[in-house]
């Protein structure tokens, strides 16, 4: 008997219930005080304890609601919640802008996604400090607090404000360091904030017009990468390529043929 797919929507209010369980667990454990568990790439990369507490936590609820799925996890990697039969893949980053909470900034957020066969289909990121909340599912528009939203109407790259983020190695650091230094110029202005997914989500509410990154992974772009194409956004790669580790490019229409080609010019996706 072939089994049929969960529609979206349903795996988006488990992915919100859950999201939000982390959150809370996440924002407990930040006003309980932050201890270091590990680093990953670098020393300036670490791991918090709160990292590893509610990405258990996230796997542990899956399983009890869908334990045939598997789930992809920032911190357990590519572990699983059951048997992994159902088709559908789930994808958390437990605290994204693990630093920001580190240091008490209130700039990180739970991520949760979910694919089918492979596409990415419901997603939702919450601001573990603010409780913002961010949810999209594939063809049924993005949405924050009950507002469906709409990215940048901005067509001029001079008058668009441009989201990045860096890596923590310094050889990546420093060539991501050139591409800004050599961009900053044909741009309103560069944020770099810390969180990938909500740098996202941000982008697409038009709170900042376009977004481009190195060297994410499927957990900082899968929840936030639907949100912002849901809200209209072009989110891809360079020359063609699908968006991924080389380059995350997110920007309305209108905009993303010139940053593109900027970006290209200036070998973002390059260096280490």
């Not at 590990?38 to 796997?59: C, M, N, P, Y």
Request: charged residues 25%.
């Amino acid at each position: 008997m072939t089994r049929s797919a969960p529609e979206p929507a349903e795996l988006l209010t488990i992915a919100i219930d859950v999201a939000r369980q982390a959150a809370a667990t996440a924002h407990r454990m930040r006003a309980e005080g932050v201890s270091i568990a590990a680093t990953k790439s670098t020393v300036t990369d670490v791991v918090t304890a709160a990292d590893r507490a509610v990405e258990r936590q996230v796997l542990d609820a899956l399983h009890r609601v869908r334990p045939d799925d598997a789930v992809l996890g920032e911190e357990y990697g590519a572990g699983q919640a059951g048997g992994a039969t159902s088709g559908v893949r789930w994808i958390v980053d437990p605290i994204d802008g693990t630093v920001n909470y580190l240091y008490g900034l209130p700039y990180c957020a739970v991520s949760l996604a979910a694919e089918v066969d492979g596409e990415v289909v419901a997603g939702v990121v919450r601001n573990v400090v603010t409780g913002e909340e961010w949810t999209a599912t594939a063809g049924g528009g993005a949405w924050r607090d009950g507002r469906r939203l709409r990215c940048s109407t901005e067509d001029d790259l001079g008058q668009a404000l441009v989201a990045t983020g860096f890596g923590y190695d310094p050889a990546r650091r420093s060539h991501q360091a050139r591409v800004v230094a050599e961009l900053i110029p044909y741009v309103r202005d560069i944020r770099r904030l810390g969180a990938a997914a909500l740098d996202l989500c941000l982008a697409a509410e038009g709170r900042v017009d376009a977004y481009y990154e190195k060297g994410l992974a499927a957990w900082d772009q899968a929840a936030g990468g639907l949100v912002a194409a849901e809200a209209g956004l072009r989110v891809a790669g360079l020359r063609g390529m699908s968006a991924g580790p080389d380059l995350v490019i997110a920007a309305p229409p209108a905009l993303f043929a010139p940053l593109h080609d900027r970006l290209a010019d200036l070998d973002a996706s390059g260096g280490p």
